[in-house]
């Protein structure tokens, strides 16, 4: 079964995971210092938070699968919709090991959809601008951090 994920940037860490703790009525299931994720089965959905974005709001949103063919399902769907997708294996990313598939909707928005199979002690690398199979004239100019659509925007290995 899969997950929505909704990850906001936001300005101050400890405000957020106050107010969010309320607002879904339980603490994050990960708390480090610049990041804070909510596990939510009431609604389904992997909510979290990070001061990592370059601008409060809307980061990016996603679909987090349970099993790697689930990952795969979605992926030939991205295909299907005629957008750059971009494609990692095994990137840090969020304190997590994961494998991913990125797109970028019509408006600009980022997709990451993602099987994470292992947990990370670092949130990831920021590493500059995106470039990936011509895809990064696609993708939107806040999402150079880790949580982004680049090959380059994770650590890998």
């Known amino acids: 079964m899969k997950r929505l994920h909704v990850h906001l940037a936001v300005t101050d860490l400890a405000q957020s995971v106050r107010f969010y703790s309320g607002l879904f009525g339980s603490e994050p299931s990960v708390l480090k210092h610049d990041y804070a994720k909510w596990m939510l089965d009431d609604p389904r959905v992997n909510f ?16 987090q699968a349970e099993a790697a063919g689930e990952l795969d399902e979605v992926a030939r769907r991205l295909k299907a919709a005629g957008r750059p997708v971009i494609e990692q294996r095994g990137v840090s990313c969020c ?9 970028t909707d019509p408006e ?32 939107p100019a806040h999402a150079a951090a880790c949580c982004s659509p680049s090959a380059a925007g994770c650590a890998v290995g």
């Open 108 to 139: 600009g928005i980022s997709w990451e959809s993602f099987f994470t199979h292992g947990e990370s002690t670092v949130y990831g690398e920021d590493l500059g601008p995106r470039a990936a199979d011509g895809a990064a004239e696609a993708m």
């Open 48 to 63: 979290a938070v990070s001061v990592r974005g370059h601008r409060p709001g809307l980061d990016h949103l996603g679909i």
């Open 95 to 103: 304190y997590a090991r994961s494998d991913k598939a990125w797109v």
